[in-house]
């Protein structure tokens, strides 16, 4: 089986590649960077991730031969069905320059888990202009998904109020590849447990679960579901009760916990997944204690996002732990982080560097020139603001109070960072996020968290931009 991943981009960056390789640009050296234009789901921060994944597809980066032979057979413009006319979508010269093609680029990058914020740069990438271009599909796919989600369990972990939440929304996530990846960001963004089973291997993520509505439809009554469930899957046991009726079925999980006492073992807790979440909890919680089960938790799931989480705190709910799937997997709210990979400096072998934009009627969408660093400023160990400078042409460098976001990760297309860890990722997140100023984490209506340019940069960025909207008359 072809495991290569090097055809997971668009056709255009191979026929770019290969416009570059004829005209000679591609042997040009460039600077790309991904950043975001706005923070997702309006909030005030993103969370960075995906940076390790990538740097594994940047490891593995080989046209295999089974990947040129598919290119070797696609057709050129207009030239109907494969062997019609002989005429290629690619040369074969340009297929033997993908043939020996091996990463020689510098890959510089904020760390997974860090905070980071619009339109500060989260890669730069610098190297031969057709490695570079070739590049930008698959960082894209890879870092603007795991950023989407990271940010999103971020942001349900805020609103649980330090109450565990676990990911499972596999089921409902965009095919097994989409599932894998959200598992893996929703832990570093701060869950504490997925469904996954694959993912808990993978990636070393706890893996944890109940059972369905069908395990207690299969049997005559709840409490001998529960007994059986209890007797099947020795150890602490959390019982789903509203296949029937909800606080019924809290009393039959009450009676299949004083079992489980009698044998030395615990009712760890009880699961509500539909009605009113905020009502039934604390009517459950009020049964569980009269019980004697005030150790026992009331995990509750069903369509729950950070917004439904607040709003049933809000009204009190008796809830401790959280189950979050189909809202949070899909990135729900905003279907995609909107991340983009431009061009920003380009110089031909021994020659100077240009720098280059691209403009648009849409201040927004006008990209930034140079080759670009993020500096961020602190008061004691609290960020108080972003500064987005060019290396060319740093700032003074401050005494105390600073870092740069951006750290080497590849070395003419070695690697220089070493992985890390999953756990290390999420402390990172958690830290990163717990530094942030209040306003900045606020669901709704942020406060905005400061990001400057370096005002030489402005400045050349706005004199490059009002040189685009120049005719060629006028730049004569």
């Keep these: ?27 040009h050296e460039a600077v790309f960077h991904l950043y975001f234009r706005a923070n ?27 990947d040129l032979a598919f290119l070797a057979e696609l057709p050129g413009p207009g030239a109907g069905p494969p062997g019609s006319d002989g005429r290629r979508l690619f040369e074969p010269g340009f297929l033997e320059r993908l043939a020996g093609l091996r990463l020689t680029c510098d890959l510089d990058a904020a760390p997974e888990g860090t905070a980071v914020f619009a339109p500060e740069p989260m890669l730069r990438v610098q190297g031969p202009l057709l490695e570079c271009q070739l590049l930008e599909t698959a960082l894209l796919n890879i870092v603007n998904f795991q950023t989407l989600i990271a940010t999103k369990a971020s ?60 395990w207690v439809m299969a049997f005559e009554s709840e409490l001998e579901a529960f007994e059986a469930y209890a007797d099947a899957n020795p150890g602490d046991c959390v019982f789903l009760v509203d296949t029937y009726d909800t606080l019924e079925g809290v009393r039959q999980a009450i009676e299949a916990g004083r079992r489980l006492r009698s044998r030395g073992r615990r009712l760890a807790g009880v699961r509500l997944d539909s009605g009113d979440l905020a009502a039934l909890s604390k009517a459950a919680r009020r049964l569980l204690d009269e019980a004697g089960f005030t150790d026992a938790f009331i995990a509750a799931s069903n369509d729950l996002d950070e917004t439904r989480i607040a709003a049933l705190l809000e009204r009190g709910a008796s809830i401790g732990v959280w189950g979050v799937g189909t809202r949070l997997v899909t990135g729900d709210g905003q279907s995609a982080l909107g991340g983009v990979y431009k061009l920003a400096a380009l110089r031909p072998p021994g020659g100077e560097w240009r720098d280059v934009l691209k403009a648009s009627e849409d201040p927004g969408k006008a990209s930034y020139p140079g080759m670009l660093q993020v500096r961020r400023f602190h008061e004691g ?17 401050p005494s105390t109070g600073w870092e740069d976001l951006l750290v080497p990760v590849f070395r003419a297309g070695r690697r220089v960072r070493p992985p890390e860890g999953l756990e290390a990722v999420r402390a990172r997140c958690r830290s990163q996020l717990a530094s942030l100023p209040a306003g900045t984490l606020r669901l709704s209506s942020p406060q905005r968290f400061p990001v400057e340019l370096e005002p ?4 050349r960025r706005a004199a490059l931009m009002e040189g685009a909207r120049l005719t060629p008359a006028d730049r004569r």
């Design 155 to 214: 942001r349900v972990a805020l609103a649980a109020a330090g109450a565990p939440v676990l990911e499972f929304g596999l089921r409902r996530a965009q095919g097994p590849d989409g599932g894998l990846s959200a598992s893996r960001a929703a832990f570093v963004g701060g869950c504490a447990a997925t469904s996954n089973v694959l993912a808990g291997r993978l990636y070393g993520i706890p893996v944890a679960g109940t059972h369905a509505h069908s």
């Design 456 to 459: 030489g940069l402005a400045a």
């Design 1 to 27: 089986m072809n495991t290569s991943l090097a055809l997971l981009t668009d056709l255009y960056q191979l026929t770019m590649a290969q416009g570059y390789w004829k005209s000679g640009l591609g042997r």
């Design 381 to 397: 160990r609290r960020p108080v603001r972003d500064l987005i400078f060019d290396l060319r042409r740093p700032p003074p460098i």
């Design 40 to 66: 997702p789901f309006k909030g005030g921060y993103a969370v960075a991730c995906g940076l390790e994944p990538a740097a594994e597809f940047l490891e593995g980066l080989r046209f295999s031969e089974d």
